[in-house]
């Protein structure tokens, strides 16, 4: 790859994975609203226990393998195994709260994705189940974006979005939030290492309390974020 296009890959990874990104990930705490409500997150300390536990028990047996699995189908023209792995994401997500939040995320990607040209995203416009994930990748396959490097941009996004949650929600300064964020950032080379490790019958997560901090937020009175 020429330096040139090396760096054009590189501005494009950072642009999916710019909270600028107009998808809307930023509407969403994925249960941390009701972890603050509920006291189990209160400070930094917590914060970061609270987001290397989904990372480790989370992202590490789901996201990870199943960002891996889709971007070999998309580049191999596999659609009858986009289709297959993107279902056992979304079966991965324990709320309906989690649910809606996955496919709204995907189909808004895939309408940014075809105005930017890209027309594989189209049939993902109306398709159900479609996933934040399958989207991701295939944009990440057609802007030239490696593999590791696209799953890595992947957590990067996540890491942040809760993040800037916590900042608003604990609260959190803005200083205590970057110390945070520079904190994740060996964990999340290790957990795509980890993830791209696990094999398919091993690929799944059942995170009991994110189950149960977004099902209790689905009704929790007073909210910042979307349900």
Known sequence: MTTELADTALLRLLQLASPALPIGAYSYSQGLEYAVEAGWVNDADSTGVWLRGLLAHGHRHLEVPLLGRLYDAWKADDGAAVEYWTALLLAGRESAELQAEEQHLGRALARLLV????????????????????????????????????ILGYLWSWAENQVTAAIKLVPLGQSAGQRLLAGLLPVLGETVDAGLMVPDHEIGAGLSGLALASGCHEVQYSRLFRS
């Open 115 to 150: 105005d930017q040209g890209i027309q594989e995203a189209a049939p993902w416009l109306n398709r159900r189940p479609v996933s934040l994930a399958t989207l991701w990748s295939l944009a990440a396959l057609n802007w030239g974006v490696a593999r590791r490097p696209m």
